[in-house]
């Protein structure tokens, strides 16, 4: 007869009085000498749907563009709330991480950039993000945001008037419109707009959003 009873190998779980170890379940982890199929959970931001897992490093980092809320999950949770994005191992829907790896250049557009490409956060600026997003979308041509959270990208607010935005992403609008035409609000590049050169009798100078009109004494027969 046996002396005593043998270690419960990994990838299985032994209960008061078993004989033949049983599976480890989907959902959880089970190392050398487990003693019950939950006792070791795949974590928050985890999920498992595969058996005989003998550590916690085998549990799968939640889906990008969801997120998994709770311990011992099969499947996500759900899909990344709008305004948010989850690029893998979110636990919640709504993840704001204390220390975004998003920054702002001050230069030119002030164009958001992104250090790593696994993260969870608010959309940042000069992005919209969809429910289920995995990473940020940027802004479109002519428009500038320096708003976080945005859920779509008619959330973008057109580029300020007197200004033009030719570049997607764009935080701050700081292009002012070139003299001999004029830049209303959500213009992207005003000298690939015929619409946009300065008619005759007004006249544009930087930054113009309106042509003015010419005041009395004076002329102008040209166009921008």
Excluded: W
């Excluded at 985890?46 to 058996?51: C, F, G, I, L, Q």
């Amino acid at each position: 007869g046996q002396s005593s009873c043998s270690l419960c190998p990994n990838g299985s779980y032994c209960e008061i009085g078993t004989a033949h170890p049983s599976i480890c379940p989907e959902g959880s982890y089970c190392p050398e000498s487990t003693k019950f199929k939950s006792q070791y959970l795949c974590p928050n931001g985890t999920y498992s749907n595969k058996v005989n897992l003998t550590e916690v490093s085998q549990c799968e980092p939640c889906t990008a563009g969801y997120y998994c809320e709770s311990e011992g999950l099969i499947s996500p949770t759900g899909q990344c709330n709008p305004g948010y994005f989850c690029g893998g191992g979110s636990k919640v829907a709504n993840p704001h991480e204390s220390s975004s790896p998003y920054s702002i250049s001050y230069i030119g557009e002030t164009c958001v950039s992104v250090k790593n490409t696994t993260v969870n956060d608010i959309c940042p600026m000069g992005h919209y993000c969809l429910k289920g997003s995995s990473a940020p979308i940027q802004c479109p041509q002519g428009t500038n945001s320096s708003s976080t959270g945005l859920t779509s990208a008619s959330e973008c607010p057109q580029c300020q008037s007197g200004f033009y935005c030719p570049h997607n992403g764009t935080v701050y609008a700081t292009r002012k419109c070139p003299a001999g035409y004029y830049c209303p609000s959500g213009t992207i590049d005003p000298t690939n707009n015929d619409s946009l050169i300065c008619p005759i009798a007004h006249y544009c100078p930087l930054g113009s959003s309106i042509p003015l009109i010419c005041d009395a004494g004076t002329y102008q027969n040209m166009i921008g």
